[in-house]
């Protein structure tokens, strides 16, 4: 299976792609942002998510989080994503 992705969440967060344990992500709230993307399954809004995931911040910060987040996650599993200049999904 050529570019496998397994995900677990119980008892512990793993991610494995092709078999091997992935360890790439920066902070916790990128891996949040990734199991959230992974489990509904649906595109989002930038503006939702970075609301969402950084509601203590303005929203021009919360932007700024966001990019940063998803710049992480492209680095590693942008095969899996769908990225718009209005939407992310998984």
Known sequence: MENALEIYTLGGFT????G???TEFATRK????????AY????????F???????????????GNLRVALHNLRQH???Y???T?????F
């Open 49 to 63: 998510l970075a609301e969402f995931f950084w509601e203590q911040r303005t929203q021009e910060q919360a932007l």
């Open 85 to 89: 200049p209005q939407t992310i999904g």
């Open 40 to 47: 509904t399954g649906q595109p989002h809004s930038r503006e």
């Open 81 to 83: 994503l769908v990225i």
């Open 15 to 18: 991610v494995k792609r092709n």
């Open 30 to 37: 990128t891996r949040a942002l990734f199991i959230y993307l």
């Open 77 to 79: 599993l942008a095969s």
């Open 20 to 22: 091997a344990s992935m």
